[in-house]
């Protein structure tokens, strides 16, 4: 990480971390390419830190109803942007990528499958939420298929069928409508979205301000 650290803002570790503070939230879409590039970097920066992350996936398509957004790819001039962007931000962190076909896909049971996961095993959850995001954005696998996020994980050792019974219970869906409903009372507005010590931070663009702010702890 220390390279890709030093691409964010051309600082090194500090010399010490400081003393345990309170673990960065991470929100984020299954469906956002920026939230899977920041997905593979911000635990990095945080642990140069001595902070761990806690992630939380909220539906960010409901947050677009509060917003009156759209998906990037999907509006006029910045569609192709986006793509762009998206292939080169990917390129200068060295993480692999290739936009899915279908693009988006509803992640209702995947984040349900995380939440499922995170009541029992929050690092166990967190692996599994990297792993859908890697199989959705680097290898092209539809992660709003049961039996994809079955596989995914299966190969972690979970137990996939009682998972995917799990995510069609009422308390598991209320799981991701909670944090969907927390998400927007925070103020989160988009993916990837981080909060440091309360102070909110949006976009994987701003992981260098998010450095920022760790190491000074605020301006």
């Given at each position: 990480m220390a390279d890709q650290k030093k691409k964010i803002n051309g600082k090194g570790a500090p010399a010490a971390p400081p003393a345990k503070k309170d673990p960065v939230e991470f929100w984020f879409d299954f469906s956002s390419p920026y939230a899977y590039i920041a997905s593979t970097l911000i635990d990095d920066i945080a642990d140069e830190y001595g902070r761990t992350v806690t992630w939380r996936p909220?539906?960010?398509?409901?947050?677009?109803?509060?917003?009156?957004?759209?998906?990037?790819?999907s509006q006029p001039l910045k569609g192709a942007y986006s793509r762009h962007d998206l292939e080169r931000t990917a390129r200068f962190f060295e993480v692999p990528f290739k936009l899915p076909d279908p693009f988006p896909v509803a992640t209702q049971a995947t984040a349900r499958a995380f939440y499922w996961l995170?009541?029992?095993?929050?690092?166990?959850?967190?692996?599994?939420?990297?792993?859908?995001?890697?199989?959705?954005?680097?290898?092209?696998?539809?992660?709003?298929?049961?039996?994809?996020?079955?596989?995914?994980?299966?190969?972690?050792?979970?137990?996939?069928?009682?998972?995917?019974?799990?995510?069609?219970?009422?308390?598991?869906?209320?799981?991701l409508k909670d944090a969907t409903d927390a998400a927007i009372a925070k103020g989160v507005c988009g993916a990837p979205f981080f909060f440091v010590d309360g102070e909110p931070f949006w976009g994987a663009d701003r992981l260098w301000m998010v450095e920022e702010w760790l190491e000074s702890g605020g301006w």
């Open positions: 909220f539906l960010l398509g409901v947050v677009f109803k509060e917003t009156g957004n759209a998906s990037l790819i995170d009541r029992q095993d929050p690092d166990l959850a967190k692996d599994f939420a990297a792993a859908c995001l890697h199989s959705f954005f680097a290898e092209g696998h539809d992660i709003s298929q049961p039996d994809v996020i079955g596989n995914v994980a299966k190969a972690l050792g979970v137990d996939s069928e009682a998972l995917l019974e799990a995510i069609q219970t009422p308390d598991v869906k209320a799981l």
